[in-house]
């Protein structure tokens, strides 16, 4: 049977800003499927966005929405999820806000290991603002700010997040859609911080810039790069050159923050007492 | 029965007095000279099930008090001058999107690293106009460590009745200065708690004005689901650029303080029935001031004191009255003039105005107060 997408869908506000052929709109699918196969109630989720055009998808979805500053919100779902540690807090995003102004906040709630999953989508490009170059820009790249190519190397989120100690880290990309919600879940069902990058496309600012004639061919760009990570210990560094890892790249068990907050307050109230 | 009594620093004071007012989340990051209030909270807030997060950064700080008062916690965050700058965009999402926190500044030398032990006052006009956009402030100067305990009560309380950031200055001098202070007990000073939403979740909008200026706010977590954005929006939350629902928005949150004023103003008068010169002080300068006063009428000078306590919004409407009757206003702060520019403003100058500037890290002295009188008259 069909997903019902609608149940999850905040009615009105549709239509939504994104262009069209934008990635944004399938990772938002894959994310309500996600919500929907671990139940998550409408009343206990918030969803926290930053500033740019994968931080409008909370203005979409029926449930705590909370649309933040540039770059932010991670810190804000830092101080729901410790206000209310039984909420489910999911943030979502671009690599702008969460790599570039928010890099700080992200790699602290990762040594946190807050319990939160995040939601990053990277089109590799500030889409909102007109296809200014990103953290996550390929180096010789064209932007409407690296007229000459750009110069910067790049992040890659994944290893980032890992070093500052996510416990549960995936990638995957708009291409491969049905991926998007199984590592979504997964991400739910981990306690403590997950990240899921989807690798997406702007079309509008970054494709017609570096010469893609058509959504199509940057779609089928993501799908050729894509190396399953079960996969890649069979391939040659020559044929890994250029291409990303795919599915659960790292999980761990580690205390998480809240839990570790509650033994604070445990330990302080006992210290009051004597 | 005797009130408990308590020799504590102005920092810790605000501290407890925080906490008095029922708040159960603080996030700060560590700068001096308002550390002590972070270092309090640390301490007490989870003995009460509180949280006390320390962030990566100010501006984290702010947002994670924001997260945390969309919950339904009174949140609250202390710094001072790099930490407050740093504070200002979200301070204006707190404005727009009308969640309420307490921000205590305790206001050192600057710009910049400028001094960090040293005392300042040089922030009230950065209360005031510190975030971009038009937007509602109130900004309280309480002067000794029993009115800091309790006009950080009042802070909250207005936090929680007018749905915006409420801004607390102190300096490094009364910060840190030690007083006896009597601890209020429960019930002595009035506490308001948030009003909740009582229509049907379904029917629920987070800038409902129909339910008048100051719409209830309902909390994550609860019935109530909303959304909460920074860009302009409509009574249902959602953003808008339509020119009169934009308009009809930023009018409505000025006009929780306009309308307002006369609760929330605060100021004492020292000595004014009859004063010629009047002295307008404020925070840890009131204190040299109030002994200028004194001097200078030994001196045969009708001198008074015009304290305001809220700095934002300016009791004006008594300054001009006073302004009226007076051969002089002197204002001493620690700056080099400030509030002076907001009592030229509503005086309009009836009478000659008069700035004492200090920036060198020391305190304005009684003397030096006297002698600038005596000069002007
Ligand atoms: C403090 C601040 N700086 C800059 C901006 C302008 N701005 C808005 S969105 C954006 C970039 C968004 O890029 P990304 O996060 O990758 O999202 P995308 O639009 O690509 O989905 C920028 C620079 C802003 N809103 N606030
Ligand atoms: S500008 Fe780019 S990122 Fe933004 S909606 Fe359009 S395609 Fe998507
Ligand atoms: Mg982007």
């Known amino acids: ?274 | 029965m005797a009130k408990k009594v308590a020799l504590l620093q102005g920092n810790e004071a605000c501290a407890y007095g925080a906490l008095y007012a029922g708040c159960s989340f603080f996030g700060g990051y560590p700068i001096t000279p308002s550390t002590e209030v972070a270092e309090v909270m640390s301490v007490e807030l989870p003995k009460v099930g509180g949280t006390f997060i320390q962030m990566e950064d100010e501006i984290g700080a702010m947002a994670s008090i924001l997260g945390a008062a969309l919950t339904g916690a009174k949140a609250f965050t202390a710094t001072s001058g790099p930490g407050m700058s740093l504070k200002q965009e979200l301070i204006g999402y707190a404005c727009i999107a009308e969640i309420p926190c307490v921000i205590v500044n305790v206001m050192r030398g600057g710009p910049s690293t400028g001094m960090p032990t040293g005392p300042s006052q040089s922030d009230v006009m950065q209360a005031r106009w510190g975030t971009h956009g038009d937007h509602p402030a109130i900004a309280i100067a309480p002067s000794s460590c029993q009115e800091i305990f309790s006009e950080t009560v009042r802070a909250f309380n207005l936090a929680e009745t007018y749905r915006m950031p409420v801004q607390i200055l102190l300096d490094e001098i009364n910060g840190h200065m030690r007083e006896r202070i009597e601890l209020p007990e429960p019930g002595d000073l009035e506490v308001v708690n948030r009003q909740q939403p009582t229509v049907a979740p379904e029917d629920y909008k987070p800038y409902d004005h129909a339910q008048g200026d100051i719409p209830p706010l309902a909390s994550f977590g609860s019935e109530y689901r909303y959304h909460v954005t920074g860009l302009n929006k409509a009574a249902d939350g959602f953003p808008t650029s339509k020119p009169e629902l934009v308009d009809a928005e930023e009018r409505r949150q000025l006009r929780k303080i306009e309308a307002n004023r006369s609760l929330i103003e605060k100021n004492e008068e020292y000595r004014l029935e009859d004063a010629e010169v009047i002295l307008v002080a404020y925070g840890t300068i009131s204190r040299s001031a109030r002994s200028a006063v004194d001097h200078l009428r030994k001196d045969g000078i009708k001198a008074g004191l015009f304290r305001p306590i809220t700095l934002w919004p300016f009791p004006e409407k008594r300054m001009t009255d006073l302004a009226e009757q007076a051969r002089a206003i002197v204002v001493p702060e620690m700056n080099l003039g400030q509030l002076i520019l907001e009592i030229e403003r509503v005086t309009r100058r009836v009478c000659p105005v008069a700035g004492i500037g200090r920036v060198d890290g020391e305190p304005i002295t009684p003397a030096q107060i006297v002698a600038k009188v005596k000069e002007i008259l």
């Open chain 1, 1 to 274: 049977m069909a997903f019902d997408y609608e149940q999850y869908l905040r009615p009105g506000k549709l239509p939504h800003i994104w262009c069209p052929g934008c990635g944004h709109g399938i990772v938002m699918k894959g994310l309500l499927r996600a919500i929907d196969r671990c139940g998550l109630q409408k009343n206990n989720t918030a969803i926290v966005s930053g500033t740019g055009c994968a931080s409008r998808l909370p203005g979409y979805v029926d449930f705590n929405t909370l649309h933040t500053a540039h770059g932010r919100a991670v810190a804000f779902a830092t101080g729901i999820k410790m206000a209310r540690p039984e909420m489910d807090v999911l943030v979502v995003g671009g690599d702008g806000d969460g790599i570039a102004i928010g890099g700080n906040h992200f790699i602290h709630a990762c040594r946190r290991n807050i319990d939160m999953t995040y939601v990053l989508m990277n089109n590799y490009i500030y889409g909102m603002t007109g296809g200014q170059f990103s953290p996550c820009t390929p180096t010789g790249d064209r932007t409407s700010t690296t007229p000459y190519g750009n110069p910067d190397p790049i992040f890659d989120v994944a290893k980032l997040a890992i070093g500052a100690g996510a416990t549960f880290v995936a990638r995957t990309t708009a291409f491969h859609a049905t991926q998007i919600d199984k590592l979504i879940t997964a991400g739910l069902r981990h306690k403590g911080m997950a990240v899921i990058e989807v690798l997406d496309d702007c079309p509008t600012t970054f494709g017609r810039r570096n010469k893609f004639r058509s959504v199509v061919e940057m779609m089928k760009r993501l799908k050729d790069i894509a190396v399953p990570v079960q996969t890649a210990g069979q391939m040659s560094p020559e044929q890994l050159q250029g291409k990303i890892l795919t599915g659960i790249l790292h999980q761990e068990h580690k205390p998480e923050y809240c839990d570790q907050y509650q033994q604070v307050i445990a330990r302080a109230q006992t210290a009051a007492k004597s």
